[in-house]
């Protein structure tokens, strides 16, 4: 039986490879995350560059800092960590893709009002390829999320077709052009709601977001996970710092050291560039860019 989904969502999420689920989170528990995002919002005002807590845009200065990414946000905040152990996200991940969850790894993306930053095309997938396609990410809305303000958008279906090649010029670009690879970007969902929704997207989807045109933030605080018995396949880039460690990310139920293999179609994301890892700077291996002018549909929050 599952534990908070309805039958019709499980079935909605296993076809289209996302799903909204709308006003999840709990007012206090959203108003704490905001205010954690303060304290290393002004935290960034302090750095010239990025650290391995805090992601700042290019166009980042002392004087109009610009935070695009909060690291690993559950190893820096309880408030973070323990939203992630809470049955707010485990408990439709349970649902999803079984009792025994691993963390693969946080992160909190902030598009700020006017400027910030595009993802480009990929599946997460292709970053770190396992064993088996259970893996997926729950992201919490910290905002409302519409289509002026940069949105996370997913093709529907795509969790179920290719694994993409996320290459140029054979080094590890970590995104896709859309229209090179017969896809219409007409066809792109936009995972839209009202803060306090959680997104939650196959590893297998193909997704990314536009820039943020609005006057008023995007931010999402995404928690990657997997089955238990999903294992890294060797130059996936998931930290492995040997099995002890491994363990420690569990995040519900019992370890195994037996994975689980399923007949999927796998890329190994090798040679790595030589840049920090970082998305959006692996993203800067891509010559030509998604998202400078796109058009997107509301997707189906059910
Ligand atoms: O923040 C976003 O809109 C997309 C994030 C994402 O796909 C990623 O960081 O892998």
Redesign the pocket.
Known sequence: MPEVLTQAQIDHYRDQGCIVLENQIPTEWMDKVRAEITRFEAEAATLTTSNDRLDLEDSHTAQDPRLR?IKLPHTISDVMRDLMLSDHILAPARDLIGPNLRLHTS?L?M?SAGYGA??EW?Q?YA?YPHTNDDIL?I?VLIDDMALEN???QVFPGSHKGPVYDHHVDGVFAGAILPEANGLDIKDAVALTGPAGSISI?HGRAL???ALNTSDRP?R?L?Y?MMAADAFPIMGSMTRWDGIADYDTRMLCGTPTLTPRLKDIPIRIPQPQPDVPIS?YEIQKGMKKRAFDTISVKQGDPT
């Open positions: 990414r992160k993306n598009k595009a993802v990929h997460d970053f990410a992201g940069g949105p996370l997207h997704h990314g977001s995007r999402i995404f990657e998305i």
